[in-house]
Nanobody, 126 residues
């Protein structure tokens, strides 16, 4: 099992940057595929980025590709989301998610992730 806790959210102006962090309480952190999702008001939760277990292979939603970077530090049980060139449409609650059995075709589907954090608010506004 894994417990996840996000941090690093806040208010930033358009064009600014934020780095989100997620710490996992698990002895086998490297065996979890780690993802980031977000949910804007009135919208469904959507996939943002994922980093595959035991590797640093990553995938991104088209809307964030080239602006966001996911990374992980298995020695610290941490996964990060570096967000650059932020836009007002990036405003959302951002969630960290984990799963040990995810297959490639399911990485964008929130229902295939077993563990979730509580979320951290990111607001992009003047």
């Amino acid at each position: 099992q894994a417990q996840l806790e996000e941090s690093g959210g806040g208010v930033v102006q358009p064009g600014g940057s934020l780095r989100l962090s997620c710490v996992a309480s698990s002895r086998t952190f490297s065996e979890y595929t780690m993802g980031w999702f977000r949910q804007a008001p009135g919208k469904e939760r959507e996939f943002v980025a994922v980093m595959w277990r035991n590797t640093h292979y990553s995938y991104y939603a088209d809307s964030v590709k080239g602006r966001f970077t996911i990374s992980r530090d298995n020695s610290k049980n941490m996964v990060y989301l570096q967000m650059n060139s932020l836009k007002p449409e990036d405003t959302a609650v951002y969630y960290c998610a984990a799963d040990a059995d995810l297959i490639l075709s399911d990485i964008r589907d929130q229902y295939h992730y077993d563990y979730w954090g509580q979320g951290t608010q990111v607001t992009v506004s003047l």
